[in-house]
């Protein structure tokens, strides 16, 4: 099956500075990818839907500044965390898929701890 | 709006129980439902999915059909194996993905 990976999958930082985790689709064109955040014990909470070539889509209450989506190829999708703060730790998953109505693929999801 | 509602763990079984994990699900419209897995310290995995009322999906064991009547998507597996322990979550594709809480299970030698 497709196969969606994610990078790094574990970064632990200072607090103040930024992260980049990055979602790639190996063997399929994504033309849709998805970030979401996970809490401990909680499901998944959608942050933004980013199309390739133009600006992500951010859910209510996600901050674009904060958390800056780029999608610039068909297999490259990046969530940077700006200046990040101990309260933004968590799991990031991203999530991929080929057309409209195609499956949805999971990347193994980025551990981020803020120090 | 469309939703998920999951039963709420944690669940803890012995090897070789049966398994049952509740879904339910309110949606405008015929959405596809889907059961993902997360093991511990990994990304989700599709398990099964059913595109139409009264489709069944299954893999490795576990089965879950789509019942327009209840609306519902239950998880079932005759036999459990301590392998099977994972957050379980069920989910919707109406015109995005909507997933349940997650239920936990642990299965116990």
């Known amino acids: 099956g497709a196969v969606v990976s994610q990078h790094p999958s574990w970064v632990i930082c200072k607090s103040g500075t930024s992260v980049k985790i990055e979602c790639r689709s190996l063997?399929?064109?994504?033309?849709?990818m998805f970030w979401y955040r996970q809490f401990p014990k909680q499901s998944l909470m959608l942050m933004a839907t980013?199309?390739?070539?133009?600006?992500?889509?951010?859910e209510q209450g996600v901050e674009k500044d904060k958390f800056l989506i780029n999608h610039a190829s068909l297999t490259l999708s990046t969530l940077t965390v700006t200046s990040a703060h101990p309260e933004d730790s968590s799991f990031y998953i991203c999530?991929?898929?080929?057309?409209?109505?195609?499956?949805?693929?999971f990347g193994e999801g980025s551990r981020l701890t803020v120090l | 709006g469309d939703s998920v509602t999951q039963m709420e763990g944690p669940v803890t079984l012995s090897e070789e129980a049966c398994l049952t994990i509740?879904?339910?699900?309110?949606?405008?419209?015929?959405?596809?439902l889907f059961w993902y897995v997360q093991y511990p310290g990994e990304g989700l995995q599709l398990l099964l999915k059913?595109?139409?009322?009264?489709d069944k999906g299954s893999n490795k064991g576990f089965e879950a059909t789509y019942r327009k009547e209840t609306t519902s998507f239950h998880l079932e597996k005759g036999s459990v194996q301590v392998s099977d322990s994972a957050v379980y979550f069920c989910a919707l594709l109406g015109n995005q993905f909507y997933f349940g809480t997650g239920t936990s299970l642990t299965v116990i030698p």
């Open positions: 063997d399929f064109q994504a033309t849709t």
């Open positions: 059913a595109t139409k009322a009264d």
């Open positions: 980013s199309n390739e070539g133009s600006k992500a889509t951010y």
């Open positions: 509740n879904c339910t699900y309110t949606a405008t419209g015929y959405p596809s």
């Open positions: 999530s991929a898929r080929e057309g409209a109505g195609g499956e949805l693929f």
